[in-house]
């Protein structure tokens, strides 16, 4: 061991391709630069830009690299200039890839409230700040009627429980098998696929004000249809919205940190739910991702890091 540098175990892969390419390795722990803080990982969520990223879809990266953006944890360093937290303190936050480890650097943060879990808060964080952006960009107002596509996996069950607790109605689409738990949040549920104007228009007869497309399966035109203005939807997911006009956001325009926060004060509220599907331990990571590329999560794939 170097002087002053721990070696960690952190989840990583040496080359693109499937889930079997991801390892268990040790690292030297990262440190955090200004304005950063480093955690000991309790918790970390699997989202899929994970397995997209590994999979090389988005072009050469870095190699080896690390895997897994959303951690919750106990933070043991701080970088120059964070003054909003100290050491000791649980909070739940956004990494660079590499979050599935023992120590994680964290670029953004909230503080975790006592009574929800390092496992939940892990799963708050790219749904929350992701859903939020979404509705801030649309804009989602007060009153209005809104469409989620794609509502019982993580940014959809984030979406429909910001603009509810905002004072919209909303319309959200999933298979049966998630009907009764969205309903049981506020949601009207339809089912998505062939059909879904008509299903939507019988449950709002009075009309659709905009529509938040969260799976990026194809329902843009179905959605524009709805509303009937392409300035009324907006994607995170469907890489064809340029050629219908939509605008599509992918947060390289900014971010909404705040919504973090926003989710755990509705939480405490008892107004925001992000379900825990599955947990997973480090050596399982292969596992979650495989899980989560099936596309039918409710809630979040969890890797447990350490207890
Ligand atoms: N642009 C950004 O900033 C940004 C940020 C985060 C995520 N994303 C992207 O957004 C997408 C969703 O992310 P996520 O984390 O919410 O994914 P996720 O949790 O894996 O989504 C799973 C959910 O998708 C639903 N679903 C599957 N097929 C569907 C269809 N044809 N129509 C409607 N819903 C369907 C499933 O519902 P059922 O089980 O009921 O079928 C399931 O609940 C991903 O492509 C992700 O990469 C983009």
Redesign the pocket.
Known sequence: MREGVITVKAVRYEEFGGPEVLRVMEVDAPRPRAGEVRIAVRAAAV???DW?MRSGAFGSGRLPAGTGMDAAGIVDQVGEGVDDIAVGEAVFGSSAPGAIAEYAVLREWARKPESLSFEEAAGFV??SE?AR?ALNLLPARAGETLVV????????LAAVQFALADGLTVIG???E??HEFLRGLGVIPVV??DGLVERVRSAAPDGVDGAVD??????LPQLIELTGRTDRVIT??DPAADQYGVR????KEGHAPEARAEAAALFEQGRFTMPVARIFSMDEVAEAHAA?ER??????YIVQVAS
């Open positions: 989202n899929p830009v997209k790219m749904t992701t952006r596509n794609g509502a019982s996996g993580g940014v959809g689409t999933a298979s098998a998630n998505y696929g969260i799976a990026g399966s194809g329902a995170i997911a599509m956001t992918s947060g989560s596309g039918h999560v409710r809630g979040k």
